[in-house]
């Protein structure tokens, strides 16, 4: 069974903790993981690209040339797109990228990543993890005892000072336990949790 360590809220360690093998110890799936970050970053896509084709361009209403007896290639509008100012080909328009993915395959992907920062001791849990003012000094001032590095916060809820504290910090996002992002935990070095978010990942996401 993994374990994870327990800090106070100013980053001295008080114990340790152990996790669920549902959700912290289960053999990561690379394939699913993929899958769920490959799905956020397409879900993230504006899709405002957007070109003219050769119906769209202004002019080219004219045949340039008559269709015979100037050795020259047959040409039906100067808006074709082998022309200088011609239309696009294939020209991209505004679509949406974004598409679904089942619920299993994302609590499964979410499960591997959590294992696999259990896995390489990278989860750390903080006893009563809020602030009474909005101090991002002693926010920086945890995250540096227990050397969490680029991180994700997670909070038993929406915690306010401890978001205005960290919004500034590089590298660092927060997120209640009930939302959690895949490609966040990916993306970051480790886990920070509040001891009663843990009990709440572990009760929603096993």
């Not at 993994?2 to 110890?25: E, H, M, P, R």
């Not at 070109?51 to 050795?71: F, N």
């Not at 299993?104 to 499960?111: I, T």
């Not at 306010?160 to 960290?166: E, F, G």
Request: aromatic share 4%; glycine share 8%; charged share 20%.
């Amino acid at each position: 069974m993994a374990k994870a360590n327990v800090y106070d809220i100013t980053g001295v360690q008080t114990g340790d903790i152990q996790l669920s093998d549902a959700v912290f110890g289960i053999e990561p799936n690379e394939a699913a993981v993929h899958a769920v970050v490959k799905n956020h970053l397409a879900n993230c896509r504006q899709g405002t690209q957007s070109a003219l084709t050769r119906a769209e361009v202004s002019g080219g209403g004219k045949k340039p040339w008559r269709q015979k007896g100037t050795g020259r290639a047959r040409q039906g509008s100067t808006r074709s797109p082998q022309w200088t100012h011609g239309g696009v080909v294939f020209a991209p328009k505004p679509r949406s990228y974004s598409y679904t993915l089942n619920k299993k395959l994302k609590r499964l992907a979410l499960k591997s990543v959590l294992s696999d920062k259990a896995a390489k001791n990278a989860v750390y849990v903080v006893d009563g993890l809020d602030l009474d003012e909005v101090k991002t000094k002693k926010m920086v001032q945890l995250l540096t005892a227990i050397d969490a590095g680029k991180s994700v916060v997670v909070t038993d809820g929406v915690k306010q000072n401890v978001v205005l504290s960290a919004r500034n910090i590089p590298g660092v996002v927060t997120t209640p336990a009930t939302i959690l992002s895949v490609y966040d935990i990916v993306n970051a070095k480790s886990l920070v949790v509040d001891k009663a978010a843990l009990a709440t990942i572990e009760e929603v996401f096993q």
